[in-house]
Structure formats: structure tokens, C-alpha cells
């Protein structure tokens, strides 16, 4: 079984940064892609970042050039560092780690507010 814990979560206000750990039970390199995910309020689950095992990374339109994404193989942990945080980024952030097509992991989550 895998599991996935995430931490660094907050209240921050607008402008601020947050960085945001995923430590994985297992070894990453038993994943293919890793992926920070997020859901707010009402709205359904959306993909914030994602990288994949050869290290290639891909974000969502609204975080490019203020959220990077990164893979610690050694560490087993993920991170996503936030930048300029927006009010619009309140939501609960999740990580997922994909193993095959058909089997991926995702963790209990953590909560980022962003104040105005």
C-alpha cells in the first residue's frame, strides 16, 4: 500500500508564498508522473502541476510563472512552491502519484487560504 502525506499548508495572504510537501511511503521511482492537484469550494478537482519521471512538467494556465513543481527522488517527497499567491488559489491541495494507467494514489490533501 502507498501512502501519501502532504504538508505546508496554510493562511497566507495575497502575495505570499506557501511550500507544499508530498513524502511518499514508497520510493518515487516506482511512479511515473507526480502531480499536484487542487479543489475548491463548489468547483470540481483541477490539475495545478505535474512531472513526470524523466522530470518534464506541466502546469495549469493560471500558475505558470508562479508555482514550480519538483521531484526528490532521493527524498521521496514532492514539492510545489508557490508564488504570489492569489485569493483565487484558496483551495484544498492534493498530491497523486501514478504508477500505471490504471493505478494511482492520492493523498488526504491539505488546506491553503489565501486572504485578500
Known amino acids: 500500500q502507498v501512502q501519501l502525506v502532504e504538508s505546508g499548508g496554510g493562511l497566507v495572504q495575497a502575495g505570499g508564498s506557501l511550500r507544499l510537501s508530498c513524502a511518499a511511503s514508497?520510493?518515487?521511482?516506482?511512479?511515473?508522473?507526480m502531480g499536484w492537484y487542487r479543489q475548491a469550494p463548489g468547483k470540481q478537482r483541477e490539475m495545478v502541476a505535474t512531472?513526470?519521471?524523466?522530470?518534464?512538467?506541466n502546469y495549469l494556465d493560471s500558475v505558470k510563472g508562479r508555482f514550480t513543481i519538483s521531484r526528490h527522488n532521493a527524498e521521496n517527497t514532492v514539492y510545489l512552491q508557490m508564488n504570489g499567491l492569489k485569493p483565487e488559489d484558496t483551495a484544498v491541495y492534493y498530491c497523486?502519484?501514478?504508477?500505471?494507467?490504471?493505478?494511482?494514489?492520492w493523498g488526504q490533501g491539505t488546506q491553503v487560504t489565501v486572504s485578500s
Open positions: 497523486k502519484a501514478t504508477q500505471t494507467t490504471w493505478i494511482s494514489y
Open positions: 512531472i513526470s519521471s524523466g522530470g518534464n512538467t
Open positions: 514508497r520510493s518515487l521511482l516506482m511512479f511515473g508522473a
